[in-house]
């Protein structure tokens, strides 16, 4: 099995690993908290001794940064519980790492977790390969993942060899800034039989539903905001996912008569989020009425035409018309 060699690092033990010689204290906290008890401590006994099954259950639950660079340092027993496939049945990637083929983006989203990403280009003194260290991640959870975030500047390298390595995938976000990515991964679908959970972003409905109708028939959760939805996409949903029950569409372009398809195709629906939507109004009496066996509806902010197209709101004496704008 392939392991890139970018992503190894010295070990203090003499084993080859990711390294970091300080101990993240939120993990600390998290794990006495979790899992040692005072009488424990008080004992004398050493961090060696938990048991081992105990001690996996909870590194599987400290997330990503934590067992590249805390845990494995922390000894040699938590080093190696680290490396149990068990730990890693939930990947939630970085927001975005850097494209493999680009060197110095011109452009770089600011995301909330960039110090994980600073640690670990830290750690290997390079920038990251996004589709090595994919790779690297999956190959550890042994086909056992079943949970996948995936970063954004995902290639369609290691989206192939997610679909190939994670059978057992039950979730799968696509994630930000993977325009690319999105528009391939219908080719990887039929892999994935057991997916309950999929988060698309902004997507093209009409090719992938069918496709998910035919091949994951546990799905049960679909979020696709900010997407359009036509007669076209809503047809797809009814007649391919009908066993629905959690759908976010917030944020969307709808035909209004699309929306009433969904909302009488979709009997198992107990969510639907289309709140800040666009081609009906959040106090429309045919679609709440349609909607009232929904529990969980939220249509909040939804409004028949946005502002910026609304010709009222438009001062035609500010308009200047240049057709040199089209040469």
Not at 58 to 70: A, I, K, Q, T
Request: hydrophobic letters at 40%.
């Amino acid at each position: 099995m392939y392991l890139p060699v970018s992503l190894k690092s010295k070990h203090p033990s003499g084993t080859k690993t990711f390294g970091l010689p300080d101990i993240h204290p939120i993990f600390l906290q998290f794990f006495l908290a979790a899992s040692v008890s005072i009488s424990f401590r008080m004992e004398g006994r050493k961090w060696e001794d938990i048991n081992k099954d105990i001690l996996v259950n909870v590194l599987g639950r400290v997330g990503m940064e934590s067992l590249l660079l805390d845990v494995p340092f922390v000894c040699k027993s938590w080093y190696k519980a680290s490396r149990e496939p068990q730990c890693w049945e939930h990947l939630i990637f970085p927001t975005f790492i850097k494209p493999d083929d680009i060197d110095d983006l011109w452009w770089e989203p600011e995301i909330p977790d960039r110090g994980f990403i600073d640690r670990l280009e830290m750690t290997y003194q390079e920038n990251l390969s996004a589709t090595a260290f994919v790779k690297f991640i999956v190959y550890r959870s042994c086909g056992k993942a079943t949970i996948i975030k995936l970063p954004g500047g995902c290639t369609e390298e290691a989206l192939e060899y997610v679909a190939n390595e994670c059978p057992r995938l039950k979730g799968l976000a696509v994630g930000s800034y993977n325009e690319f990515i999105k528009g391939i991964i219908v080719k990887f679908i039929s892999k994935w039989k057991y997916l309950e959970m999929l988060k698309l972003g902004k997507y093209d409905l009409k090719e992938i539903i069918p496709q998910i109708g035919l091949h994951c028939n546990n799905l049960i959760w679909l979020s696709a905001p900010y997407t359009y939805i036509g007669k076209d996409e809503a047809s797809a949903l009814v007649s391919s996912l009908s066993k629905l029950k959690y759908l976010d569409l917030h944020g969307g372009d709808f035909e209004k008569e699309a929306l009433v398809m969904i909302l009488q195709g979709c009997k198992q629906l107990v969510h639907l989020d289309i709140r800040q939507s666009f081609g009906f109004d959040d106090d429309d009496a045919e679609i709440l009425e349609l909607a009232s066996h929904i529990p969980a509806f939220k249509c909040e902010g939804s409004i028949i035409t946005p502002d910026w197209l609304d010709d009222d709101h438009i001062d035609h004496d500010d308009l200047v018309y240049d057709s040199s704008y089209f040469d």
